[in-house]
């Protein structure tokens, strides 16, 4: 994304942290608003989620769309009005957003990585991204996000892709489109809720520099990079379990004829209900969790 109309804000200490040469950690707003979790756990994500930043010496940057303009780093006021916010933005609407002045618009990851990029930060954290959707082999639906990460130069971190996808297929995808993908401190690609989905990560990476020699050696300029982090172990829930329920849900939104963007928060919802709610934990935890290892990366990133 470019900046040539001179509409994107950036927060005084973002833009401090940016000048000064420190560390800035890019978050997404889609998790913070009741697309992604149900109040008041979402505004516990964003609290966590920013002092995860901060713990570390980093700076926070929440992304999304206020009055039609694109924003990286938000005021408590402003931070309300996403926890609230009902309308999603991919990358793809980052133009109609601006362009017909939308009130809120909460951010996608693939949407987040480019505000990131036009604002001049290289580390981003989210939960989970998306990626290939099962079936797409007859429906096409692949995320936004997977083309995000591989064309804009950002470190993305995640709990791997979500646990509903085509993981194999994300996988595939991901080396075609030439990303980096690395597992911190562990061999396995997570799958969100659980540590391991079975399939072994490309690259095992053991502390920040590395991570931060992988962005800088890379032989597209455009390209980015994924730093897949397991869910801490005490959080995690049980395949067995996570595995029955995700099947129900794809199959309740496969009658329901839910397609495309509207898939992801519906799965979550039914997720979170066949769990009793556990999944909403685990999704603070990981969320927290990506967003310190994000942070430690960032303030290596900015001592290179």
């Given at each position: 994304?470019?900046?040539?109309?001179g509409?994107?804000?950036?927060?005084?200490?973002?833009?401090?942290?940016?000048?000064?040469?420190?560390?800035?950690?890019?978050?997404?707003?889609?998790?913070?608003?009741?697309?992604?979790?149900?109040?008041?756990?979402?505004?516990?994500a964003?609290?966590?989620?920013?002092?995860a930043?901060?713990?570390?010496?980093?700076t926070?940057?929440?992304?999304?769309?206020?009055?039609?303009?694109?924003?990286?780093?938000?005021?408590?006021?402003?931070?309300?009005?996403?926890?609230?916010?009902?309308?999603?933005?991919?990358?793809?609407?980052?133009?109609?957003?601006?362009?017909?002045?939308?009130?809120?618009?909460?951010?996608?990851?693939?949407?987040?990585?480019?505000?990131?990029?036009?604002?001049?930060?290289?580390?981003?954290a989210?939960?989970?991204?998306?990626?290939?959707?099962?079936?797409?082999?007859?429906?096409?639906?692949?995320?936004?996000?997977?083309?995000?990460?591989?064309?804009?130069?950002?470190?993305?971190?995640?709990?791997?892709?979500?646990?509903?996808?085509?993981?194999?297929?994300?996988?595939?995808?991901?080396?075609?489109?030439?990303?980096?993908?690395?597992?911190w401190?562990?061999?396995?690609?997570?799958?969100?809720?659980?540590?391991?989905?079975?399939?072994?990560?490309?690259?095992?990476?053991?502390?920040?520099?590395?991570?931060?020699?992988?962005?800088?050696?890379?032989?597209?300029?455009?390209?980015?990079?994924?730093?897949?982090?397991?869910?801490?172990?005490?959080?995690?829930?049980?395949?067995?379990?996570?595995?029955?329920?995700?099947?129900?849900?794809?199959?309740?939104?496969?009658?329901?004829?839910?397609?495309?963007?509207?898939?992801?928060?519906?799965?979550?919802?039914?997720?979170?209900?066949?769990?009793d709610?556990?999944?909403?934990?685990?999704?603070?935890?990981?969320?927290?969790?990506?967003?310190?290892?994000?942070?430690?990366?960032?303030?290596?990133?900015?001592?290179?």
């Open positions: 994304m470019t900046d040539t109309a509409r994107l804000v950036r927060s005084d200490d973002v833009a401090q942290a940016l000048a000064e040469g420190r560390a800035v950690v890019a978050l997404e707003s889609t998790i913070f608003s009741n697309l992604g979790l149900p109040a008041p756990a979402n505004a516990e964003l609290e966590i989620c920013k002092q930043v901060l713990d570390q010496g980093g926070p940057a929440v992304t999304a769309i206020l009055d039609g303009r694109p924003y990286v780093g938000l005021s408590p006021d402003e931070e309300k009005r996403v926890l609230q916010g009902t309308r999603k933005v991919a990358e793809r609407d980052l133009a109609v957003a601006q362009a017909q002045g939308w009130d809120v618009g909460v951010t996608t990851v693939s949407a987040s990585v480019a505000l990131a990029h036009a604002a001049g930060i290289s580390v981003f989210t939960g989970g991204i998306g990626g290939v959707h099962r079936g797409s082999e007859l429906t096409g639906d692949i995320s936004a996000d997977l083309d995000a990460i591989a064309n804009h130069p950002v470190i993305t971190v995640s709990a791997g892709a979500k646990a509903f996808l085509d993981l194999p297929r994300t996988l595939e995808y991901l080396e075609t489109a030439g990303v980096p993908v690395l597992g401190q562990h061999d396995w690609f997570p799958a969100f809720y659980t540590r391991s989905s079975g399939l072994p990560v490309p690259h095992r990476v053991e502390d920040e520099r590395l991570v931060c020699d992988v962005l800088r050696f890379r032989t597209r300029p455009t390209t980015g990079v994924l730093l897949t982090v397991p869910i801490p172990v005490e959080d995690e829930i049980p395949e067995s379990r996570i595995n029955a329920v995700l099947a129900a849900a794809l199959d309740a939104s496969a009658r329901a004829g839910v397609t495309g963007p509207a898939v992801t928060p519906y799965v979550l919802e039914r997720i979170e209900k066949e769990t709610g556990q999944s909403i934990p685990a999704n603070l935890a990981l969320a927290r969790n990506n967003a310190e290892i994000a942070a430690r990366v960032a303030v290596a990133l900015a001592a290179a």
